[in-house]
């Protein structure tokens, strides 16, 4: 099926994760190989994400139902390697093409702003505690570095967890703290970090004395931390 084929409802509905596994993998399919069908998704994702960001969905409980595909290993190594995929592409469309603002006339402040320009800024954002939420961004996260490292190509990369994508920044919470701890090892461009607010919310609400992975920060705020770097030209992927 053409890309043009393809409706907003339908690709928003792939975004949700709400298609049949077989409608999920012929997207998935269509997206690697068409740069205007990714450019499409790029867009409807990213708009999407800003709708989230200015407006989170505080107390929902976590999704019960399994996402339509989640079957076997395979279909998940396919759906996670398409989806990383497009986080590459959105990463190049949203950060090889800098906006070309007035420079200023202090040449050290010229220079860093030169510097900032060359250099690839990615914020990654989760909000859910849904375990395959948390396994994409590791995967698309250890993707983008892996290809700027292979590239030589400079990158600054953060991961911002807020809401109950707090959970995985979590010490004896988070499902993956030892892939969290070789990443940030690995990767001394990347950072972690917690909401404080979201932190704070859920000391009160649950009693719990959460304690955050040691590899992760604490800001005041996930959303407006996420606001100041898309302000400043950071490329901004919501999982």
């Known amino acids: ?14 975004i949700d994760h709400e298609l049949s596994q077989a409608e999920q993998l012929e997207i998935l399919q269509a997206a690697t190989d068409s740069d205007p069908l990714r450019s499409r998704l790029v867009q409807l994702q990213y ?5 989230r960001a200015a407006y989170p969905l505080t107390g929902q409980p976590s999704r019960q139902q399994p996402r339509a595909w ?21 990463v190049h469309s949203m950060t090889d093409q800098a906006p070309s603002g ?13 510097m900032q320009q060359a250099q690839t800024r ?13 396994v994409l961004l590791l995967d698309q996260v250890e993707l983008v570095l892996q290809e700027h490292r292979a590239s030589g190509r400079p990158l600054r990369l953060e991961v911002v967890a807020n809401n109950q994508g707090l959970r995985l920044m ?28 979201t932190l704070e919310r859920l000391t009160k609400a649950t009693g719990e004395q959460i304690q ?20 400043t030209g950071w490329a901004y992927i919501k999982v």
């Not at 990615?122 to 948390?134: G, P, T």
């Not at 955050?212 to 302000?231: C, D, F, K, M, N």
């Open 1 to 14: 099926m053409s890309e043009l084929h393809y409706s907003d409802d339908q690709l928003n509905a792939f």
């Open 47 to 51: 708009l999407k994400a800003l709708t």
């Open 70 to 90: 989640t079957g076997g290993g395979f279909t998940r190594y396919l759906a996670a390697a398409a989806m990383g995929a497009l986080s590459l592409f959105a």
């Open 102 to 114: 007035a420079t200023s006339p202090q040449k050290p402040l010229a220079s860093l702003d030169q």
């Open 122 to 134: 990615v914020v990654f954002h989760i909000s859910s505690d849904n375990r395959d939420d948390a």
């Open 170 to 197: 979590q010490q004896n919470r988070s499902p993956f703290p030892e892939r969290i701890r070789q990443l940030s090892e690995t990767y001394p461009n990347l950072v972690f970090a917690a909401c404080g607010s």
């Open 212 to 231: 955050i992975l040691p590899e992760a920060v604490i800001i005041r705020s996930g959303v407006s931390y996420i606001t100041r770097r898309q302000q």
